[in-house]
């Protein structure tokens, strides 16, 4: 199975703050990489798909970049409602697998 | 704007079968790979499997020996069965709508439309 490994595990951030989550495979899984924001008790929400397109609805301070094994999600502006965690996934190769996920948190 | 709904039983003796359904509604069941993903308390995320076109079916290594899935199209709903449940299955379960876009020369896959979930315990 390719293993999806994200940094941080957990940060803490401010409204405002420019937030950077990474999300390393230990495969090269071309532009095949997905980002999606889970709140607590709630299902996951797509926001990235094919690494770098934004999903539909979601706000354009949201950003993917990567391609290989390196992939990173970026939060321009923190804004309250971003509190949450966040997962990767890849799906170049089956089983797709997710990241252990991201906590940003206050 | 398509939802999906999970249901069944909360609690599942070990040793037995969970069954659950995940209901279609707001567009047909077409063609789209529709999985099941779940995610233990305090835990991350796990893809169990797909189905697609009610015959193509996918399954996480981990849990193969032990799962099935299939697509009532009559009903606009999908189903997974899990064997012989011990206590590492209690988890939420969400059902989610597999998509794909072609950008040439790949179909690139995501899960774009997700239930609420649905918590299964197992216990005695």
């Known amino acids: 199975d390719i293993q999806m490994t994200q940094s941080p595990s957990s940060l803490s951030a401010s409204v405002g703050d420019r937030v950077t989550i990474t999300c390393r495979a230990s495969q090269s899984s071309g532009n095949y990489l997905n980002w999606y924001q889970q709140k607590t008790g709630r299902a996951p929400k797509l926001l990235i798909y094919?690494?770098?397109t934004l999903q539909s609805g979601v706000p354009s301070r949201f950003s993917g970049s990567g391609s290989g094994t390196d992939f990173t999600l970026t939060i321009s502006s923190l804004q309250p409602e971003d509190f949450a965690t966040y997962y990767c996934q890849q799906s170049y190769y089956l089983p797709w697998t997710f990241g252990q996920g991201t906590r940003v948190e206050i | 704007q398509v939802q999906l709904q999970e249901s069944g039983p909360g609690l599942v003796k070990p040793s037995e079968t969970l069954s659950l359904t995940c209901a279609v509604s707001?567009?047909?069941?077409?063609?789209?790979?529709w999985s099941w993903i779940r995610q233990p308390p305090g835990k991350g995320l796990e893809w169990i499997g797909y189905v697609y076109y009610s015959t193509n079916t996918n399954y996480n290594p981990s849990l193969k020996s032990r799962v099935t899935m299939s697509v009532e199209t009559s009903k606009n709903q999908f189903s997974l069965n899990l064997t012989s449940v011990t206590a590492a299955d209690t988890a939420v379960y969400y059902c989610?709508?597999?998509?794909?876009?072609?950008?040439?020369?790949?179909?690139?896959?995501?899960?774009?439309?997700w239930g609420k979930g649905t918590t299964v315990t197992v216990s005695s």
């Open positions: 989610a709508r597999g998509n794909s876009i072609y950008h040439f020369p790949s179909n690139y896959y995501y899960m774009d439309v």
């Open positions: 707001g567009g047909s069941i077409g063609s789209y790979y």
């Open positions: 094919s690494a770098s």
